[in-house]
């Protein structure tokens, strides 16, 4: 079983950064893919930004700019860099991880961290 731990929410005023982390409780795993999925109140979750195994990344286009994804490969964590925050970034921020495994994949998400942009 893999937990995914996550740390790093809080709450800040618009403009402000946040970095959030993320690691699983096994480092004997390698992880394809990691990075952030994001839920606001009365929306469906929703892409924040991705990076695979070779750094290759993917983000959302409301946060370009703006957040920056980073893995370290020999910790197995995840970093979430958000700079530049908007009220509109308010939402519980979720770690993912995909495990490639023979004939196929496996999924994992972590509990959740609150992030809150306000004055």
């Known amino acids: 079983q893999v937990q995914l731990v996550e740390s790093g929410g809080g709450l800040v005023q618009p403009g402000g950064s946040l970095r959030l982390s993320c690691a699983p409780s096994?480092?004997?795993?390698?992880?394809?893919?990691m990075g952030w999925y994001r839920q606001a109140p009365g929306k469906q979750r929703e892409l924040v930004a991705t990076?695979?195994?070779?750094?290759?990344?993917n983000y959302a286009d409301s946060v370009k700019g703006r957040f920056t994804v980073s893995r370290d490969n020999a910790e197995n964590t995840v970093y979430l860099q958000m700079n530049s925050l908007k009220p509109e970034d308010t939402a519980v921020y979720y770690c993912?991880?995909?495990?490639?495994?023979?004939?196929?994949?496996?999924?994992?998400w972590g509990q959740g961290t609150q992030v809150t942009v306000s004055s």
């Open positions: 993912y991880t995909r495990r490639l495994i023979l004939g196929g994949s496996r999924d994992y």
């Open positions: 096994r480092i004997d795993l390698s992880f394809n893919t």
């Open positions: 990076i695979t195994s070779d750094d290759s990344t």
